[in-house]
């Protein structure tokens, strides 16, 4: 149901922006969106989310300063604009939803109840 794309092999310091596509406005206009990653061994980890309308956002701690999130409704989108990346931002990265509102914890996985295949995003020189 939401299709990530935009990864790939950057080198160390440089940008990607990684995008996720939801199939219908109204899918994408009562959701909060999230992105976690999934490195090689390690747990799917929080690296940022936006509510349903664009008002508020959060980013990781792995993730501040470099990444940012944004989403346009009316194209049923969301991106993630990672710069300064870094080796250890390796990982398989998700996009996901949940319904807006939640009162659960945004960092939380299983909190969000859609989730895309990801996309790969390799940092090495």
């Known amino acids: 149901q939401l299709q990530a794309s935009g990864g790939g092999l950057v080198q160390p310091g440089g940008s990607l922006r990684l995008s996720c596509a939801a199939p219908?406005?109204?899918?994408?206009?009562?959701?909060?969106m999230a992105w976690f990653r999934q490195a090689p061994g390690k747990e799917r980890e929080f690296v940022a989310t936006?509510?349903?309308?664009?008002?508020?956002?959060h980013i990781g701690n792995s993730a501040k300063g470099r990444f940012t999130i944004s989403r346009d409704n009316a194209k049923n989108t969301v991106h993630l604009q990672m710069n300064s990346l870094r080796p250890e931002d390796t990982a398989v990265y998700y996009c996901?939803?949940?319904?807006?509102?939640?009162?659960?914890?945004?960092?939380?996985?299983?909190?969000?109840?859609?989730w895309g295949q990801g996309t790969l995003v390799t940092v090495s020189s």
């Open positions: 219908t406005r109204a899918f994408s206009g009562g959701l909060d």
């Open positions: 996901t939803a949940r319904l807006r509102g939640s009162p659960q914890p945004i960092t939380v996985m299983s909190t969000y109840n859609y």
């Open positions: 936006i509510t349903w309308d664009g008002g508020r956002t």
